[in-house]
């Protein structure tokens, strides 16, 4: 099969398409036909040298993809040869083959297309997991929501609008911010011009879902309204900051600080489990949809790469096998 591979870490042009071996489905696995993948920060990481996958997982980056089953491992139960399916991945999605778990798997939701659907399952994945599962995002609370153009801001502002939350987002454009607006996004904060806990106000946010990380770190515990919880699952903004103890304790928060692609497979199958009983149903209905930006070829995986480092882009950018 062809897959973009990493000969040496580096900037996009260490992403190289080559033929490689036909990966083979384990027992409790599926082989799934590639019909798109989707590019996630985790990959730039994983392509500048920084996120190595978990041991036993592919070498070739891609978090998640969607395709058709072409066979099934020893065991596998409630999956058939040619099913339309899209999955959860520790990595692989940018090839043209791909061993997945089948507790991994999702169905495509109806009205969703194939390739479009690659960019559901780590952000349904991750929002559900963080913002509901962890951190209990209930109805008349308030969410902020960092960097609500990307990916995972899109979807974390759609599914906190659907439980009844209010949303507050974070974004670097009047464009991007419009754009959270008509997702439903109640507070517009340009990071750029505005303070997010001056645009807040008294009310304070129950919960925030932070990909920066050590940047705002204060300002996050400042923004907590009283039982607040802070869930911080990226570091674009740097790894270290000096956690303010009195803050936290005057509050009762929490801050909690989680990923995704290194859980154990079992931990994996609840969550992807949990997205097919609550977050599919809002997909189908229409009430959450995925948001892309655009799809690339494979063989321009670096040109992919680009727009996610130039965070241009709104929403999901996929790749085309």
């Known amino acids: 099969m062809r897959a973009i591979t990493i000969a040496q870490p580096g900037g ?40 190595d996958p978990p041991p036993g997982a592919s070498p070739y980056p891609g978090l998640e993809c969607s395709g058709r089953i072409v066979a099934l491992g020893a065991g596998v139960a409630g999956w058939t040869v040619g099913d339309e399916v899209c999955a959860l991945l520790s990595g692989g999605g940018y090839a043209e ?37 962890i951190a209990h995002l209930r109805p008349g609370e308030t969410l902020l929501v960092h960097g609500g153009s990307s990916g995972i801001g899109t979807m974390a502002i759609q599914l ?88 936290l304790l005057a509050k009762r928060a929490a801050v909690i600080a989680t990923s995704l692609r290194a859980r154990p497979a079992e931990e994996k199958a609840a969550i992807v489990a949990a997205v097919r009983e609550h977050v599919w149903p809002l997909v189908e209905a229409g009430t959450v949809r995925p948001v892309v930006d655009r799809a690339f070829p494979l063989a321009d995986a670096a040109a992919a790469h680009r727009l996610m480092e130039s965070s241009e882009h709104v929403g999901k950018i996929l790749l085309t096998v």
């Open 12 to 51: 996009p042009d260490a992403l190289v398409l080559a033929e490689v071996p036909d990966p083979e489905p384990g027992p409790g696995e599926v082989l799934v036909e590639v019909a798109a993948s989707a590019v996630n920060r985790a990959d730039v990481l994983q392509r500048q040298g920084f996120y």
């Open 97 to 133: 083959l791909v061993a997945v778990p089948a507790g991994q798997l999702l169905p495509l939701p109806e009205g969703v297309d194939p390739v479009t659907a690659a960019g559901l399952p780590e952000v349904t994945a991750t929002v559900w997991s963080n913002v509901f599962q």
């Open 160 to 247: 906190g609008k659907a439980v009844g939350a209010t949303v507050a987002t974070t974004a670097g454009t009047a464009e991007k911010l419009a754009f959270c607006a008509e997702l439903g996004a109640d507070i517009l904060v340009n990071y750029r011009e505005q303070d997010f806990v001056e645009q807040l106000g008294d009310r304070g946010a129950d919960v925030v879902l932070d990909v920066v990380g050590a940047k705002y770190l204060d300002r996050n515990l400042d923004a907590l309204a009283v039982n607040g919880r802070l869930v911080v699952i990226g570091m674009q903004g740097g790894v270290k900051a000096e956690l303010n103890l009195a803050k």
